[in-house]
């Protein structure tokens, strides 16, 4: 058994096209990537480490519209591996679930989300409170949410979704489980997904409530918007200060555990840019304050982060510090990796260049070898030729084409009939049986070929109920032999209609009239018209060699009562 790990690169290639070929192709337009595939399963295939090829391929299935492609792979992994691949491979569903939530819940929904259409992406739930209505419900981080209160939402903003969940007390909520979250810094930076095992929320573990819906991405996007209901509540529970003069606006100092702000996700360093349509960019400390406590519904939007580096302590400074280093060394890293990542390319490349070169030269070297082989034989066979006829003299010419001709004659009488078959006698005198054993000891050769196995030239169909011979008749003189019939004619094959005495065929004694002839040196005549097998007669008789081989398929012997008249 030969396994995919010894499959040349090519080979591989070309099963997985012929295999997935509509998958690949319309999920992968890029050739380099397509070449990763490829060359991920057959590492996959020589080292049988599971848990690696399902990390590479996450590297190129990167995005939800590719999933597929994990199905499309799966009959290519070992039975063995298939269970432990199905674990390891996120778990895609096109069915959709429907839950019913309690907005009012005092714990909230218990879930957060991130995405919108001004991502150009879908709503998907990144984080979910253990324990709470979601999470009880069966949601999982990773769904996509398609439909709330019967609305599609395929075009609607982040904020308009969470508008749409305050409009009803139970909220009914469709998702289907894609198992990617989507990510993105800002909108001017392209979308990527990062799958559920990898993905790690900001958000924390506070507790879920509808404002915490409205968390639209943590650190993964530097402005957001968060809806926060004060009522039945203490307060927000954060602090806020004035930026310096080199860093003007409105911060957020301190959060307290577990109170509201922290389960929106708001952080010591984000700077308000706006509340309840109020543009905080120049407002002072005081006014920050009275804005924020003239309404028991805010809705903030934040950038995130943006006065972090005020508030940190040293150790916090120096911990960034090294962080961006880390982040500039993996980004060095990565360059480097897709800069040795095409030279590779470019080098197979080159070598496939250089393998069809080879082998288009191969093949030119091979057809010169052929023709002058060809042209060899040709001149031995002319040489051959011009020595025969030297040593032996011209051939003779062709014999008249009445020993072949296809007109029906009648027998001649003779005194001494060869035709053991059709015997219209009472009884076949012992003198004559005598006569016809002594010629044929005379001449030295058999009628019939006793090794011959017919099937070796015909199928079971052409030779079905036949009695199929072969004659291996000596050239001494003319073949004496007619010929009738043909596929085109009534008969429908090639038949012997006279056998003339002397001939060669008289002389060897296996043929008689009413003979099937099936091939002549080889050549099948079974579909044959009258001329051809006539004309390839001849040419087998007059050309070089002693003998010339016939296939025959024998009449059946006629029976005496067959030859009797009653009166």
Known sequence: MCYINEWPKRFLKTFIQQ????????????????DYLYDVLRMYHQSMNLPVLVGDLKLVINEPSRLPLFDAIRPLIPLKHQVEYDQLTPKRSRKLKEVRLDRLDPEGLGLSVRGGVEFSCGLFISQLVKGGQADNAGLQVGDEIVRINGYSISSCTHEEVI????????????VRHVGMIPVKSSPDEPLKWQYVDQF??????????????ASSGGRDSKEKKVFISLIGTKGMGCSISSGPTQKPGIFISNVKPDSLSAEVGLEVGDQIVEVNGVDFSNVDHKEAVRVLKSSRTLTISVVAGAGKELFMTEEERQREARL???ERQELMHQKRLALETNKIIKEQQEKERLRKLEISQKAA????????????????????????????????????????????????????????????HDQLETDDVDEVNMKQDK?????????FDPYSMFTPDQIIGKDVRLLRIKKEGSLDLAVEGGIDSPIGKIVVSAIYEDGAADKHGGIVKGDEILAVNGKILIDSKLAEAQATLAKAWNMGGD???????????KEYDDEMTFF
């Open 547 to 557: 003998w010339i081989d016939l296939v025959i398929a024998a009449s059946p012997p």
């Open 163 to 174: 508008n749409l969940i305050r409009t009803k007390k139970i909220v009914s909520i469709k």
């Open 443 to 451: 001449q030295g050769f058999q009628k019939y070929v006793e090794d």
């Open 200 to 213: 790690v929320s900001e958000c924390g573990e506070g507790k879920g409530s509808v404002a915490g819906l």
């Open 365 to 424: 070297e091979e057809e010169e070898r052929y023709r002058r082989e060809i042209e060899q034989i040709t001149a031995e066979e002319e040489k051959f030729k011009k020595e025969w006829e030297e040593d032996w003299g011209p051939k003779e010419p062709p014999k008249s084409l009445k020993t072949v001709t296809a007109e029906v004659h009648s027998p001649p009488r003779s005194k001494h009939k060869k035709d053991l078959k059709g015997v219209a």
């Open 19 to 34: 295999f997935s070929d509509y998958q690949v192709n319309l999920l992968i337009d890029n050739e380099a990537e397509k």
């Open 324 to 326: 961006r280093e880390l």
